[in-house]
């Protein structure tokens, strides 16, 4: 079982639609969770992170974190074509020193015209 | 610019031969991570550095791999002898000190050895 999955897409939404993008994470040390986004062929750019439970907005982004159920989300209102690209989910332990992120394999998102 | 940097962007090379790259990370981040990406899959760690000091290896790192952060600032990662297995992405991060930590990314040196 890999420490963080997400399901490799490709999820495809309308142009305007909400893009739910899903992660689970095994390692209940697990405290920070970061979404990014990659463009074929780039580097990941920082979306958002959470590291407390419930619901955090920015944007047309929310990041959603249940501990107790090991999962993360990310939602994207308003869907743009400028959205299509890999979503990746990364997980931090809080050892409260600076340590590595393990990732998912990322879910590809297609926004549609 | 006041992003993390890398160099070079591209890097073609023979088997057997040795390929270094470089990182300079944002100038106020004292923590720097080198990470490896292949086609489909999320970046895997390799190793990290807070100031000069590597503090994490990976056990992907073999003993081919060697990283240096000599004076706490710029770093470099070299590979020895390189197999073709070792076409990848690799990135760079940093970050400094405090919640929540968040790294933030180089533009990746893409390796293709040939």
């Known amino acids: 079982q890999k420490e963080v999955e997400q399901n490799s897409g490709p999820l495809s939404v309308p142009e305007g639609a909400i893009a739910s993008l899903n992660c689970t994470y095994s390692?209940?040390?697990?405290?920070?969770f970061f979404w990014y986004r990659q463009y074929s062929g780039k580097s990941p750019e920082l979306i958002m992170f959470i590291y407390s439970n419930g619901d955090k907005e920015d944007g047309r982004f929310t990041a959603q974190l249940n501990k107790a159920s090991q999962y993360v989300s990310l939602l994207i209102r308003d869907s743009q074509p400028s959205d299509s690209a890999t979503y990746l989910c990364?997980?931090?332990?809080?050892?409260?020193?600076?340590?590595?992120?393990?990732f998912g394999t990322g879910t590809r998102l297609q926004v549609t015209l | 610019d006041t992003g993390v940097s890398q160099d070079p962007r591209h890097k073609i090379t023979k088997r057997g031969q040795n390929v270094t790259f470089r990182c300079d990370p944002i100038?106020?981040?004292?923590?720097l991570y080198w990470y490896r990406q292949t086609l489909g899959q999320g970046p895997e760690f390799l190793t990290y550095?807070?100031?000069?000091?590597?503090?994490?290896k990976s056990r992907l790192l073999s003993d081919r791999f060697s990283a240096e952060r000599p004076k706490g600032s710029f770093s470099t990662l070299e590979i020895q002898r390189t197999e073709q297995g070792d076409s990848a992405m690799y990135l760079c991060a940093s970050n400094k000190q405090g919640l929540p930590y968040e790294q933030y990314f180089g533009p990746g040196t893409r390796l293709t050895v040939t």
């Open positions: 100038s106020e981040h004292n923590r």
């Open positions: 550095f807070q100031n000069e000091a590597q503090l994490e």
């Open positions: 390692d209940r040390g697990s405290q920070s």
């Open positions: 990364a997980a931090r332990p809080d050892t409260g020193t600076a340590s590595k992120l393990t």
